[in-house]
Each structure stands twice: as structure tokens, then as C-alpha cells.
């Protein structure tokens, strides 16, 4: 089941049966299934509380993800900051939606075992992205 809350902020506009269906779309693509994922959308002041407490970071990101897959059935929460999801939109020059789509799937991606924080694993990540983007919006048009 895919659960959606949130931290003091208001819920974005996402479909969410749409997006459930991407989703699952995704993830059955490398081989996984859907469990429990539950994404909680939050400020850059929550996002950089849970960073702190759970990572020892100090700094603020668009996406905290924490794993408790289970063979090839996916769990997680996924914190997503939607503040630095605004501000990179305007940094990138993205649309705020697609941004916000790139992030969530960004999460689902790494509970499929895609990492981007080596040598190499950056490109592997967007690519990644890039090619779940790519479904979303061919779903979008059907």
C-alpha cells in the first residue's frame, strides 16, 4: 500500500491513483514489488530535523529515503522536502510537477536498489529518472 501524508506543509496536487499505477509500473520494472511505501511531504525545516536525527547530517535535501524492503517486495518512508523541491524547479528551470514527480520516483528508485551517491551512480540515477519520467507521461496521454 502506497500512503500519503504530510508535515506542515499542504498536500501537493498529485493524482494519486495515477500515480500509484506509475509507481508499481516502475517498480515491477526491476523486478519488485510494492509493499508498504508511505511518502511524507514535509518543509526544509522537518526534512533537515530528520536528517539530523537519523543520518547526522547537517543540511537540508529534497529527499530522505529509509529502506525496509524485504526481498524483492519494496518498504520505505520516503520524506520529501517540498520547499527544496520548489527551489530547485526554479534552479533547474523545471516545472514544479516534474520536479516533484522526479523526486518522488527518486525514492522508489533507490528502495529498487539504485544508488547515486558513488562513482558513476549519479548518471545511473538520472538515467533512471529519466526513463520513469518517460512512463509517467505516456500513462498521462492514454
Known sequence: MISYTTDGVKMPSIQKRANNKWLHAVAESY??????????????AKILEVNRQYLQHDYFTDIITFDYSEGHTIHGDIFISLDTVRSNS????????????????????????????????????????????????????Q
Open 31 to 44: 523486478g519488485f514489488k510494492i509493499g508498504d511505501v508511505a511518502y511524507i511531504f514535509c518543509n526544509d
Open 90 to 141: 526554479e534552479l533547474f528551470h523545471t516545472d514544479y510537477a516534474t520536479e516533484l514527480h522526479r523526486v518522488i520516483i527518486h525514492g522508489i528508485l533507490h528502495l529498487c536498489g539504485i544508488n547515486d551517491k558513488g562513482p558513476g551512480e549519479r548518471a545511473i540515477m538520472e538515467q533512471a529518472e529519466n526513463r520513469a519520467l518517460t512512463i509517467w507521461n505516456q500513462q498521462q496521454k
